[in-house]
């Protein structure tokens, strides 16, 4: 995240990750992994997020905060109807994430995993990862 955005916007951000990846199904040491946590930081820590602290100021977590947005509104937009459809879908196996469910693409593969996941949903933000230019 940066400067620009204010402590409120942190918190509903980080409530709103929160609350995907419970309702995808995750545990602690999952959660901490897909958001790329620092490894001081333990599973029994996490319930503060859920509540009135955002995430930490690291780099790394914003970086996975803000695809994990990209996310989360992708499949909001690719499911209108149902919301619980999102977690229908991060279950299921993909070919083109090596019929592996997004979930376990994120979590085995990190950070290229998460950004795979967002390709997949989102082809805009594939279009500026293949360097494409509009002519």
Not at 63 to 92: E, F, S
Request: net charge neutral; proline share 5%; charged share 25%.
């Amino acid at each position: 995240m940066n400067a620009t955005i204010t402590t409120e916007q942190k918190l509903l951000h980080t409530q709103k990750v929160m609350n995907a990846l419970d309702e995808w199904g995750l545990n602690g040491e999952q959660i901490l992994l897909i958001l790329d946590f620092p490894k001081t930081e333990r599973s029994r820590h996490l319930a503060k997020y859920r509540k009135d602290t955002p995430f930490p100021d690291d780099e790394n977590v914003a970086c996975r905060v803000k695809i994990l947005l990209g996310i989360i509104d992708a499949l909001r937009t690719t499911y209108p109807r149902n919301l619980r459809m999102g977690a229908r879908w991060m279950a299921q196996p993909h070919v083109r994430l090596k019929n592996r469910p997004p979930l376990q693409a994120m979590l085995e593969d990190g950070e290229d995993g998460v950004i795979a996941v967002l390709s997949e949903l989102d082809c805009a933000y594939a279009w500026e990862l293949s360097g494409s230019k509009i002519n």
